[in-house]
């Protein structure tokens, strides 16, 4: 069975810089990452198709967080610029079973255990 296992989490100022990743067992389709803060419902944050071709974004997200794959790796990442207090949360890693870029939790197949993510103010 495909495992997710998830990296690079960790305390940063606000407008700090942070990068995960996320290494699979083996081969995956679209990838996702969600986060999920304290009381709050897990929400997707970025996805990436099967190639790499095509990406997406959460509007609260949008030109600061970059997600990408290394396909001869199996890893996926989000590098997340300019930080925010707001942004402090759980960050998962999940596949899909769509080639597709899904950011939806209907899509996913598979999670990873999660990252801790803080963003001091």
């Known amino acids: 069975q495909l495992q997710l296992v998830e990296s690079g989490g960790g305390l940063v100022q606000s407008g700090g810089s942070l990068r995960l990743s996320c290494a699979a067992s083996?081969?995956?389709?679209?990838m996702s990452w969600f986060r999920q803060a304290p009381g709050r419902e897990r929400v997707g944050v970025a996805c990436i198709s099967r190639t790499g071709s095509n990406t997406d974004y959460a509007d609260f997200v949008k030109g600061r967080f970059t997600i990408s794959r290394d396909k001869a790796k199996n890893t996926v990442y989000l590098q997340m610029n300019s930080l925010k207090p707001e942004d402090t949360a759980v960050y998962y890693c999940?596949?899909?079973?769509?080639?597709?870029?899904?950011?939806?939790?209907?899509?996913?197949?598979?999670w990873g255990q999660g990252t801790q993510v803080a963003v001091s103010a």
């Open positions: 083996g081969f995956t389709y679209g």
């Open positions: 999940a596949a899909t079973a769509s080639s597709f870029c899904r950011m939806d939790q209907a899509a996913v197949s598979v």
